[in-house]
Nanobody
Framework: QVQLVESGGGLVQAGGSLRLSCAAS????????MGWYRQAPGKQRELVAT???????NYADSVKARFTISRDNAKNTVYLQMNSLKPEDTAVYYC????????????WGQGTQVTVSS
């Protein structure tokens, strides 16, 4: 089992920045990919960014060049630095961790609200 606790959401004006953090605990030795997803009201949850244990990254086109995902394996923490925020970035952001042994399991944090005002 893996537990994820997010922090760092809030209200920011368009063009501003926020940094999200997600601390993992439990069976952290088994975590492969970690990532951030978001869900806006009335929309499906969508991928924002992922990072492997080897720090290879993947981003949604809508956030490329504005968001940066990073990972501190020693602290079992993943970060999402969000710059040049837009009102359309407003959503609940969820941390995700994937374990693969003995089979794939997805774990989710409780979510943190990010609101960008115009």
């Amino acid at each position: 089992q893996v537990q994820l606790v997010e922090s760092g959401g809030g209200l920011v004006q368009a063009g501003g920045s926020l940094r999200l953090s997600c601390a993992a605990s439990g069976s952290v030795w088994n975590i492969g990919v970690m990532g951030w997803y978001r869900q806006a009201p009335g929309k499906q949850r969508e991928l924002v960014a992922t990072i492997t244990s080897g720090t290879s990254t993947n981003y949604a086109d809508s956030v490329k060049a504005r968001f940066t995902i990073s990972r501190d394996n020693a602290k079992n923490t993943v970060y999402l630095q969000m710059n040049s925020l837009k009102p359309e970035d407003t959503a609940v952001y969820y941390c995700n961790a994937v374990t693969y042994v003995p089979r794939r399991n997805d774990y989710w944090g409780q979510g943190t609200q990010v609101t960008v005002s115009s």
